[in-house]
């Protein structure tokens, strides 16, 4: 789903990986940026 979740999951919180699961959605200033490297986009 996201960056950072494929290991040393066993010295995180319980309510750290029930956050990280899941899909997570784009902050807008991000969604900015990777629209401009998206050539269908245009």
Known sequence: AQAG?????IKRTNKFIRSARG?????????????????YDR
Request: hydrophobic residues 25%; glycine residues 10%; aromatic residues 4%.
């Open 5 to 9: 979740k494929r290991h040393g999951m």
């Open 23 to 39: 899909t997570t959605v784009m902050s807008g200033p991000d969604q900015r940026l990777a629209k401009r490297y998206m050539p």
